[in-house]
Nanobody, 126 residues
Framework: QVQLVESGGGLVQAGGPLRLSCAGSVRAFSNYAMGWFRQAPGKEREFVAAHSWSGISTYYADSVKGRFTISRDNAKNTAYLQMNSLKPEDTAVYYC???????????????????WGQGTQVTVSS
């Protein structure tokens, strides 16, 4: 398993940007697919974005497509979620997750990931 620590959350006005970071403590970070999920109050945790371990593919929820960008810097063992044009409905606790590259998976399901961060709060004011 990978220890993951998110940072970068906070309070932002609607329309503004925010960048989340997820630092992983593992030797071969490049062997892990990385995902971002979020959980709003009273709702289930939902998929936001994912980045394949190979670096070739990215995946997004329809609700964030065109506004959010997932990226990674393997040399820094860090994944990022750049969030632009934020909306009040983006308010949630954001979690990063990691999954070792073995196997075939959709990248969009919680159970496909075996390591999770503690979460970082993002609040978007209207």
């Amino acid at each position: 398993q990978v220890q993951l620590v998110e940072s970068g959350g906070g309070l932002v006005q609607a329309g503004g940007p925010l960048r989340l970071s997820c630092a992983g403590s593992v030797r071969a970070f490049s062997n892990y697919a990385m995902g971002w999920f979020r959980q709003a109050p009273g709702k289930e945790r939902e998929f936001v974005a994912a980045h394949s371990w190979s670096g070739i593919s990215t995946y997004y929820a329809d609700s964030v497509k065109g506004r959010f960008t997932i990226s990674r810097d393997n040399a820094k063992n860090t994944a990022y979620l750049q969030m632009n044009s934020l909306k009040p409905e983006d308010t949630a606790v954001y979690y990063c997750a990691a999954r070792f590259r073995v196997g075939t998976y959709s990248y969009r399901l919680e159970y496909e990931y075996d390591s999770w961060g503690q979460g970082t709060q993002v609040t978007v004011s209207s």
